[in-house]
């Protein structure tokens, strides 16, 4: 038999509550550092939370931004945006207190009995009757204009969006949803986060909104995807809550 057990043998690092954040991302950006890696400015804060959040280094890599999303995410939150999330869990994740803040309205229509009857009698998902029924509250909301952001590529100032962004970290028909709605129903969102988790249609309904950013006409929507199968409701509500603590 051994002296010591292995327990015996471990040695925690001592640091005040208060610190532990803090702490963490130091530790995320150490390892960053050691890997070679050096995150761009403006999208380092939201990538660091989704490593914070999960404890997973490869957001670095499949965490993808188009030009200007983070500022103009940014600036619509600012504005007091509405941010439509997929899951409670999401929007239970979301702060309170920094939305409140900027006026910003946190809304989730998954449970409301009228969405989960609507999808039974028309055979469809939960998630695709409440994109419906968020784009129909999108066709009330103030418009945002992010004249302070011209692409320099483009020419021209982007236009006029709805002051509402949508954080999907579950479903990819919601995703698919939105899709139909910005190409058939003039669906202008001030911004997408895509970031579902899962094996079935997860990558492919990802991969569907982020080439909207190729196309003209629905170029300039403002997009962060996860790449890949990995994602969650948990990483949604990471986004946007860095978006918000990067306003000031």
Known sequence: MSGESSVENIRFEHIEPKDIERRSMEI???????????????????IERCIHTSADFDYYENLVF???????????????????TDTEMA???????????YDCKLRCFMSDPEVAEEARKRGVTRATVSMEQAARLAKHLPKIKFDSYQDSEAGKVVPASSSI?????????????????????????????????????????KELIWELRNEKEYGDIPLIVARGRKGGSNIAAAIVNALLYGIE
Not at 67 to 83: D, F, P
Not at 91 to 101: F, L, N
Request: charged content about 25%.
């Open 66 to 84: 188009t030009r200007h999303a983070v500022e103009r995410m940014r600036a619509a939150l600012s504005a007091g945006a509405t941010v439509v």
């Open 165 to 205: 962004i949508f954080a999907i970290g579950n479903a990819p028909t919601a995703l698919i949803e939105l899709e139909r709605l910005i190409r058939e129903e003039n669906l202008r969102p001030a911004g997408i986060i895509a970031v579902p988790v899962g094996f079935v249609n997860v990558v492919e309904a």
């Open 28 to 46: 995320i950006r150490e390892e960053l550092a050691r890997r070679g890696v050096k995150l761009p400015a403006v999208e380092a804060p939201v």
């Open 91 to 101: 929007k239970s994740g979301i702060s309170k207190v920094t939305m409140a803040k």
